[in-house]
């Protein structure tokens, strides 16, 4: 059914989300709510795949899936700083430029503590009425790497932070027109039942 003539058919559209990271705080104060993001790549997955090979025919089967990178653009604000919440979320996770050999100045980063530092990094796709219809949280994230726009005496553009974010696979859950969770999927533990497999042509 298309929704082009359906006046209650909508589609989702791109500038309609929002991105929290759970822990984040600036001044003492929760700033969960990423209002600076510029734009976000959601999680997505590939699957490997196996090949067989038999005279001039390939055969192929599926593989693993492999979860991929996300990546957000922050615009640099003043207040908060954001470059300073992005350095801060390293410096948290355990980096340390060492000065001696004492037990102190030997820590280094561990997952436990990035991705505690982190929270949970959830992305909202929302309704033409604020409501959300689909939300994504990255599981076990990470930061991986953020870089700073070139600074350039000749351009008048914002300044921007890319963030890279790791993680082992993300959930994705979709809501009702009420705002109601409908469907859960990738829950760990929660595998669901799988249709039957229908006969494959010969």
């Not at 090949?51 to 990546?71: A, L, Q």
Request: hydrophobic fraction near 30%; proline fraction near 5%.
């Amino acid at each position: 059914m298309s929704f082009w003539h359906q006046q209650q058919m909508q589609p989702k559209r791109n500038y309609r989300f929002r991105i929290k990271i759970s822990v984040l705080k600036w001044d003492g104060q929760p700033a969960s709510v990423i209002w600076w993001v510029k734009n976000f790549k959601p999680p997505s997955y590939t699957l490997s795949e196996a090949t067989h090979d038999y005279m001039d025919n390939k055969y192929y089967w599926p593989g693993r899936v492999t979860w991929e990178d996300c990546t957000m653009q922050l615009v640099d604000p003043i207040s908060p700083n954001a470059a300073e919440l992005t350095n801060q979320i390293i410096i948290d996770s355990g980096y340390l430029i060492k000065t001696d050999t004492t037990k102190e100045q030997s820590r280094t980063i561990g997952k436990d503590q990035s991705v505690s530092m982190n929270g949970n990094v959830e992305v909202e796709v929302l309704r033409a009425d604020g409501s959300v219809v689909e939300s994504w949280v990255m599981k076990n994230s990470w930061m991986k790497g953020a870089s700073w726009s070139n600074l350039d005496y000749t351009s008048d553009d914002l300044r921007t932070i890319d963030v890279t974010w790791r993680y082992d696979w993300a959930t994705c859950t979709h809501y009702d027109e009420k705002g109601v969770p409908r469907k859960d999927q990738f829950e760990a533990g929660k595998p669901e039942k799988l249709p039957t497999p229908t006969t494959a042509q010969s």
